[in-house]
């Protein structure tokens, strides 16, 4: 999970690096500026690519989820009540934050703050799946 977390990430910086007006793909300065329709294109692109990584990421967190229902489902302990509780939590705010990124799909940060839970929500499904 942690190398898809780390491939997702350093692919969406390079896609996004590449696509810095400006700049061509070779990291000299182009000496003139795209027009404005095209630059238009190559964000939403970006976006596309950016979508496209998360997309996977997520599906990868929701695949873990499942295998860890069986344990939410059956939490006893206080630990397990805990862990729980934490990912209703968390599914509650990731959810919030999906709605606002539908309403505003180019803010870099709400996107941040998403992966940043989805981040805390792998992180305690795998200690969640290692409790006995």
């Known amino acids: 999970m942690t190398l898809l977390l780390i491939a997702v990430s350093v692919g969406t910086t390079y896609v996004l690096m590449r696509k810095l007006p400006g700049r061509d793909t070779g990291d000299r300065v182009v000496e003139k500026m795209k027009p404005a329709e095209e630059q238009r294109l190559l964000n939403e692109e970006a976006l596309r690519e950016v979508e496209k990584n998360e997309a996977a990421y997520m599906a990868s967190i929701d695949k873990l989820a499942r295998l860890a229902q069986p344990k939410v489902q059956q939490a006893s302990t206080p630990l397990m009540l805990s862990y729980r509780e934490k990912l209703l939590v968390l599914d509650a705010a990731i959810d919030e934050l999906r709605a606002q990124v539908e309403q505003n799909r180019f803010n ?21 799946i290692r409790e006995e």
């Open 108 to 128: 870099a940060h709400l996107r941040t703050e998403m992966m940043s839970l989805y981040q805390d929500k792998q992180r305690t499904l795998e200690a969640l």
